[in-house]
């Protein structure tokens, strides 16, 4: 009975890690995301005040 609960222990964090793993992922792939797109909407519309780069 020690042995069952051990292992469904074992087997629910690990569920639970794996869980965690993909949302860290995902979360990291939205920052990126989310930083990549306000940088390249930055760079189509400049600042106000910004000088002219040609």
């Not at 069952?4 to 964090?13: F, K, M, R, T, W």
């Not at 930083?35 to 189509?44: M, P, T």
């Amino acid at each position: 009975m020690a042995f069952l609960l051990v292992s469904a222990g074992l087997v629910i964090s690990a569920f639970f890690a794996y869980l965690e793993l993909i949302w860290l992922t995902a979360s990291t792939l939205g920052a990126i995301a989310i930083a990549a797109i306000q940088g390249f909407l930055n760079y189509k519309r400049p600042q106000i005040g910004a000088k002219d780069i040609n």
